[in-house]
């Protein structure tokens, strides 16, 4: 990492100071994947620290019952992983609001499962809206943010996007592909008055974790957690946040360190195996609602993935796209 980036983490507001200074309240913040849990808790601080704040989700109506509940938030379809879908989208904020200050990609899938059960159906899902959807919507808010001199673009990686884990291997590639994509859009348009910062965070108390014990991998938090690390980044503008914030600099400590030999061991101990071992029936709900969203990501061609009564299938039977 570059030293102004070190410092960035080390210094809070170092690099915002060499930046167009945006404040929360009256800025206009556009929130993907905002219907739900993460992304919700994101849009819900954003209009509680005053700005106006546009959720965009596949799933329109929940989209609309979740902005109606929170002042200042408004809504609209948006699928990430369609280019016109996201010029109409931002269209729609520009011309309703005249800029867009802060971008919070947050919108995501997580299928886990073992790598050979995987689908070339939700190894596309897993890539369209992960890395694709993150890409499309740095594309469509660029232009405008670049032309007012300023702006802010938060990526949702993960700790997955740094600590490999079985169970997650397609999901790896698309966060380490996140992550590395968040800090090279830093690097391109460091001096334009425009910053990008990644936030990977732990496991998170969401639905989208339901029959999935990652805890004895990974520390847990809560969307509140990952909300507060992502308003926080306005005013400091780090180049990477983890959440909880200490995983981050001892994960690197030990990846530079630690024998691969001490961390298998450590991996056998900790259960690193958890993301193959799901609780179905815990997580049949989940898959249940976000079937639907499947099967149009299918239908409109996005991936090729079988649609059966209504849902993707794969080679495994399941199908399982995440809302943050």
């Given at each position: 990492?570059?030293?102004?980036?070190?410092?960035?983490?080390?210094?809070?507001?170092?690099?915002?100071?060499?930046?167009?200074?945006?404040?929360?309240?009256?800025?206009?913040?556009?929130?993907?994947?905002?219907?739900?849990?993460?992304?919700?808790?994101?849009?819900?601080?954003?209009?509680?620290?005053e700005a106006t704040v546009w959720i965009g989700d596949v799933d329109a109506d929940v989209a609309a019952d979740t902005a109606g509940v929170i002042d200042?938030?408004?809504?609209?379809?948006?699928?990430?992983?369609?280019?016109?879908?996201?010029?109409?989208?931002?269209?729609?904020?520009?011309?309703?609001?005249?800029?867009?200050?802060?971008?919070?990609?947050?919108?995501?899938?997580?299928?886990?499962?073992?790598?050979?059960?995987?689908?070339?159906?939700?190894?596309?899902?897993?890539?369209?809206?992960?890395?694709?959807?993150?890409?499309?919507?740095?594309?469509?808010?660029?232009?405008?943010?670049?032309?007012?001199?300023?702006?802010?673009?938060?990526?949702?990686?993960?700790?997955?996007?740094?600590?490999?884990?079985?169970?997650?291997?397609?999901?790896?590639?698309?966060?380490?592909?996140?992550?590395?994509?968040?800090?090279?859009?830093?690097?391109?348009?460091?001096?334009?008055?425009?910053?990008?910062?990644?936030?990977?965070?732990?496991?998170?108390?969401?639905?989208?974790?339901?029959?999935?014990?990652?805890?004895?991998?990974?520390?847990?938090?809560?969307?509140?957690?990952?909300?507060?690390?992502?308003?926080?980044?306005?005013?400091?503008?780090?180049?990477?946040?983890?959440?909880?914030?200490?995983?981050?600099?001892?994960?690197?400590?030990?990846?530079?360190?630690?024998?691969?030999?001490?961390?298998?061991?450590?991996?056998?101990?900790?259960?690193?195996?958890?993301?193959?071992?799901?609780?179905?029936?815990?997580?049949?709900?989940?898959?249940?609602?976000?079937?639907?969203?499947?099967?149009?990501?299918?239908?409109?061609?996005?991936?090729?993935?079988?649609?059966?009564?209504?849902?993707?299938?794969?080679?495994?039977?399941?199908?399982?796209?995440?809302?943050?």
């Open positions: 990492m570059r030293l102004s980036e070190m410092l960035s983490e080390l210094v809070p507001g170092s690099y915002a100071r060499s930046n167009p200074r945006i404040e929360p309240p009256g800025a206009v913040v556009v929130v993907t994947g905002g219907a739900r849990g993460i992304g919700a808790e994101i849009a819900r601080q954003f209009a509680e620290a200042g938030a408004r809504s609209a379809v948006l699928d990430v992983t369609d280019a016109v879908s996201w010029r109409e989208f931002v269209s729609k904020v520009l011309d309703e609001c005249g800029r867009i200050d802060i971008l919070v990609n947050n919108a995501g899938v997580m299928p886990v499962g073992a790598f050979l059960e995987e689908s070339e159906a939700t190894a596309d899902l897993i890539l369209d809206v992960n890395v694709r959807g993150m890409l499309n919507g740095m594309r469509a808010v660029l232009p405008s943010m670049l032309g007012e001199g300023r702006g802010h673009i938060v990526n949702i990686a993960s700790m997955a996007g740094m600590l490999p884990l079985p169970g997650m291997v397609s999901y790896n590639a698309s966060k380490f592909a996140a992550y590395g994509a968040s800090l090279a859009a830093r690097r391109e348009y460091d001096g334009t008055g425009v910053t990008v910062s990644a936030i990977l965070p732990a496991a998170v108390r969401t639905e989208l974790a339901s029959g999935a014990d990652l805890g004895g991998v990974l520390p847990t938090v809560d969307p509140q957690d990952v909300a507060r690390a992502v308003v926080r980044t306005v005013r400091t503008r780090a180049a990477r946040t983890s959440v909880p914030g200490w995983v981050l600099p001892g994960w690197s400590i030990a990846d530079l360190f630690v024998p691969e030999s001490v961390e298998r061991v450590a991996r056998t101990l900790a259960g690193h195996g958890q993301a193959l071992a799901l609780d179905a029936a815990e997580r049949s709900a989940y898959l249940a609602r976000i079937a639907r969203q499947a099967s149009d990501h299918a239908a409109g061609g996005h991936s090729g993935g079988t649609v059966v009564d209504g849902a993707v299938v794969d080679s495994a039977g399941t199908s399982e796209v995440r809302a943050r």
